[in-house]
C-alpha cells in the first residue's frame, strides 16, 4: 500500500521538504505548488544511506535538479534504491511556502 505524505513547507524556515525512507518499490513521487515564492527556484534531489551524511542524487553522472516557478504545479517522479533515504533540498534565498504532495 503507498503511503501519501502532505505539508507545507516556508522557504523562509527551511530549505528542505524531507520525505523519509524509500519503500520496497523503490520509488515516488511529488507534487509541489507556490502562489507566493519570491522567485524561481531550483531543487535538486537529495539522497542518504544513514539519515545524517546527504549527497545529490544522480542519473547518468547528471545531478537531478529542475525549477519551482510561481503558480505553477511541479509533479516529478523518482527512482531510488528501497531503505535509501531521500528530500527535495531548495537552494538560494528564496522566500514563500510551498505545498507538497508525496505518494511513495
Given amino acids: 500500500m503507498a503511503l501519501r505524505t502532505t505539508g507545507t513547507l516556508d522557504l523562509a524556515s527551511s530549505r528542505y521538504i524531507a520525505i523519509g525512507q524509500a519503500r520496497t518499490r523503490g520509488s515516488f513521487s511529488i507534487q509541489m505548488k507556490s502562489t507566493d515564492v519570491s522567485e524561481t527556484t531550483t531543487f535538486t534531489l537529495e539522497v542518504s544511506a544513514d539519515n545524517t551524511n546527504w ?4 542519473e547518468s553522472g547528471t545531478e537531478i535538479s529542475d525549477t519551482l ?5 511541479k509533479v516529478k517522479s ?3 534504491d528501497p531503505a535509501m533515504y531521500f528530500r527535495i533540498n531548495f537552494a538560494g534565498s528564496t522566500t514563500g511556502s510551498v505545498a507538497y504532495i508525496i505518494n511513495y
Fill in 78 to 80: 523518482f527512482d531510488v
Fill in 69 to 73: 516557478v510561481q503558480s505553477a504545479t
Fill in 55 to 58: 549527497d545529490t542524487a544522480k
